[in-house]
């Protein structure tokens, strides 16, 4: 494993950029996915005694996490990295009992603020999120009451300890002359991201769940070749995205500094954040229904279901490229979040293409959908294919802001450079000078770069969750 994260340090002999090493550790990440999914097959033939489908959510979503957490701490030993800002080797600072007690005003008034937010919007109303609900409830007096030792232990062996925390609790108490409040500023959209899509993936994550130890394998033998591949397919669907939700549940839960996981900045932009939250639910549903509704007509299977090998065929692709959206979800490990930076992924899928995930899984949608085939007339055709463009169009301002908001990190910088260079699509650039890497701006032009947090600019990189 040692190997593995050393790998990303070599220097290329031909003088082209190097590939900076990798926070994370694909191998370990395949291990504790696979400890994962022997709890799930526990729970399929022996966990049918568990009081509440919420118990098993939350077995499979520690098996996976624990493993990552040990091993990355005996083999890459994550605590040690300059972005942690962690020593173990000093001697615990004077005064840090009054330091933790303003933190942990701080990091409580950030809990109060969530639940601030959930009783006021009807959105977390109603039953949609009484899955969620009922395990805040279960783990939160713990976990508030095990935040007292962890931040006191924490705050002796941080190299900067008036952190965010400190910074929003000082302000709390009037001390504002000296606060810092774009720290404040970016400790709140941290929680902002959490509180937001945290819920959101935990209860996706129950359905698939559910719909995993629910399945019925005899349908793979029924039906004949047509209808045991239908079967494949419909439980390759769900699996796959299965483990992408397990792997981005467990990333919003864990963000802590001792593992360094946590958030080292949040996207700072309306833009950002708002070509981002379109993509998901709730805002989803009423701004595709409005403008970007192009999957009018049946699906793929309806059409090939009478061409029985174009049916397979054509399921396989869709299949192959949730594969690959998948692949870029486990090089996280437990560092999964939207609109945040926690350490620049150079591994997987990542070592040939800057997004992945955004690639594979827009090709899946025109497969899926097939507007350009199952419309009625050559011009509806081309209206709802240029509707999922637009659909396209909003990930690549995505991506776009993702990189601008990354580029605050040098290591970033390095890694976009290697990918300008050896990444699979370094032609684009070349054809398309304007959508070539520039640091701090969306596009290659001479606007004004933006500018990163006061946090940012004191550490020299970024820091997410």
Not at 142 to 159: E, I, N, R, S, T
Not at 182 to 211: C, D, E, H, S
Not at 311 to 337: E, N
Not at 419 to 442: C, D, N, S, T, Y
């Amino acid at each position: 494993m040692k190997k593995i994260r050393k790998s990303a340090k070599a220097v290329s002999a031909t003088g082209l950029p190097a590939c900076p090493e990798a926070p994370t550790s694909v191998l370990i990440n395949l291990i504790a996915l696979a400890i994962s999914l022997l709890a799930v097959w526990w729970l399929r033939d022996y966990g049918q005694h568990l009081p509440s489908r919420t118990v098993g959510l939350v077995v499979v979503c520690v098996s996976l996490a624990v493993p990552i957490i040990v091993l990355e701490w005996l083999f890459l030993k994550p605590y040690r990295n300059a972005s942690a800002g962690l020593d173990f080797r000093i001697q615990r600072k004077r005064g840090g009992g009054s330091r933790t007690a303003v933190k942990l005003l701080g990091f409580y008034a950030c809990v109060g603020l969530v639940a601030g937010v959930y009783w006021l919007f009807p959105e977390y109303h109603g039953s949609f999120y009484d899955n969620y609900y009922a395990v805040v409830k279960a783990v939160l007096p713990w976990w508030l009451l095990l935040a007292v030792p962890y931040f006191y232990w924490l705050d002796g062996f941080m190299l900067k300890p008036k952190d965010s925390y400190w910074q929003f609790g000082s302000w709390l108490l009037g001390r504002r002359k000296n606060a810092d409040t774009r720290a404040i500023g970016q400790l709140l959209l941290g929680w902002l991201v959490k509180l937001f899509f945290l819920p959101l993936m935990f209860v996706y994550l129950g359905n698939n769940l559910t719909t995993l130890l629910n399945f019925d394998f005899t349908r793979f033998v029924a039906g004949g070749a047509q209808g045991s591949f239908k079967a494949v397919f419909d439980f390759s669907f769900n699996f796959l995205y299965y483990i992408d939700l397990l792997f981005v549940t467990v990333g919003y839960t864990c963000t802590l500094r001792l593992f360094d996981s946590h958030i080292r900045t949040a996207e700072p932009s309306f833009l950002g954040w708002g070509i981002a939250l379109i993509s998901y639910q709730p805002f989803w549903s009423a701004f595709s229904g409005t403008y970007l509704k192009y999957d009018q007509g049946p699906a793929w299977g309806y059409w090939f279901w009478n061409t029985p090998l174009v049916y397979i065929l054509w399921g396989s692709v869709i299949l192959l490229l949730i594969v690959l959206y998948v692949w870029a979800s486990v090089p996280f490990g437990i560092r999964f979040s939207n609109l945040t930076h926690r350490g620049i992924l150079t591994n997987g899928p990542y070592r040939y293409t800057k997004h992945p995930a955004y690639i594979s899984k827009n090709l899946s949608w025109w497969m899926i959908s097939m507007p350009f085939m199952v419309s009625s007339t050559g011009g509806e055709a081309l209206r709802h294919s240029l509707l999922l463009l637009l659909v396209n169009f909003v990930y690549f301002m995505r991506a776009r802001t993702e990189e601008r908001h990354l580029s605050w990190d040098p290591d970033y910088v390095a890694y976009a450079r290697y990918i300008e260079q050896r990444g699979l699509f370094a032609f684009v650039g070349r054809w398309l000078p304007l959508l070539r890497f520039k640091p701090g701006r969306l596009f290659n032009d001479s606007g004004e770069p933006t500018r990163p947090p006061a946090t940012a600019v004191a550490t020299g990189r970024l820091a997410t969750e």
